[in-house]
C-alpha cells in the first residue's frame, strides 16, 4: 500500500547509520507496488562537466556502498573515468521517497566482477558480449547477428560464456546520503546522512 502522504521523518525514527536505514527503506520498496526497487538514477559528468543520466540496477551494497555493473566503453564508463564522481537517485514513487546518494566512484576487483558476471542469465552474458553499449551501429541487424554468432559459438551447454574485456563494475562510496519523505504542502522532510570524515557522519534536516 502507497505511504500515507501525512506520514513524516524525524531525527529519532532514523537508524543509527545511513545503511541501515537505506536498507529498511529498501525492505519497505520490496514489499510494496515498487517496480524495480533496486532501479536508480545515475548520473555522471565528463571532463567538461556535461551531464549524462540513466536507469542502472543496484547489484550490490554493503558499508562500502553501492555497487552496479557496465560496460567500461559505455558513455557512463568513460565519464567514470575522466570524473570518478556520480550520483544516485531511488525514486521510490508509490511511497512518496525518495534516496538520494553523492560521492565517489572506483571500480571493483577482477574477481568480483568475475563472480557476478558468472552468475548472470545465460541471455544477458550473451548480450554483454554481443553490445559495444553506447557506440552508433548502422541497424538492429548488427545486434542480431552478433547474438546469433555467440550464441553458436557459446551454446548454453557449451563453453562458458566468457566475461568481456571491457565490462566491469563501479562502487559509489557514498559522501551524503538523503532520505525524502512526501509530506502535505510540499513542506516534505528531508535529512541527510554527512561523511565529517572517516567513519564518523552527521545527520543534517534540509529544508524542503
Known sequence: MPIRATERLDEQDLAPTWLEQFEAWRGEAEGSAVHEPDAMVLATADAAGRPSARTVLLKGIDGRGFTFFTNLDSRKGRELDQNPRASLLFPWYPLGRQVVVGGSVSGVADEEADAYFEGRPYGSR?????????????SRAVLDRAKIELEARYPPDGPAVPRPPRWSGFRLAPEMVEFWQKRPDRLHDRLRYRRVSG?????ERLSP
Open 126 to 138: 550473451i548480450g554483454a558480449l554481443a553490445s559495444r553499449q553506447s557506440e552508433v551501429i548502422p
Open 199 to 203: 567513519d564518523e557522519w552527521v545527520v
